[in-house]
């Protein structure tokens, strides 16, 4: 089991930034990353970083995010710039572990003109 505890979210103006953070209870064999979604879609994916430092980002938000990671503290996080309103949505924290895919609670970001 890999429990996820995220913080971070909120609401800012359109052009800001926000950092998220995902916490985990143990090490995740493959990775973790962020995921979104909006009521009435499909969670897509925002970010992952594999613990060799590879990086993948959705092509929405390449060159305005930036995904990192604390291998000591098994814990990811995601600077968010130049924020749009169509990055409103509820991130997700995931990871894996063996094979099993694992989800945190959920974090709103909310961005308004």
């Known amino acids: 089991q890999v429990q996820l505890v995220e913080s971070g979210g909120g609401s800012v103006q359109a052009g800001g930034s926000l950092k998220l953070s995902c916490a985990a209870s143990?090490?995740?064999?493959?990775?973790m990353g962020w995921y979104r979604q909006v009521p009435g879609k499909e969670r897509e994916l925002v970010s992952f970083?594999?613990?060799?430092?590879?990086?993948t980002y959705a092509d929405s938000v390449k060159g305005r995010f930036t995904i990192s990671q604390d291998n000591v503290k098994n814990t990811i996080y995601l600077q968010m710039d130049s924020l749009k309103t169509e990055d409103t949505s509820v991130y997700y924290c995931?990871?894996?572990?063996?094979?099993?895919?694992?989800w945190g609670q959920g974090t709103q970001v909310t961005v308004s003109q």
């Open positions: 970083i594999r613990h060799d430092g590879t990086k």
């Open positions: 143990t090490f995740s064999t493959c990775g």
């Open positions: 995931a990871a894996c572990r063996f094979g099993a895919n694992y």
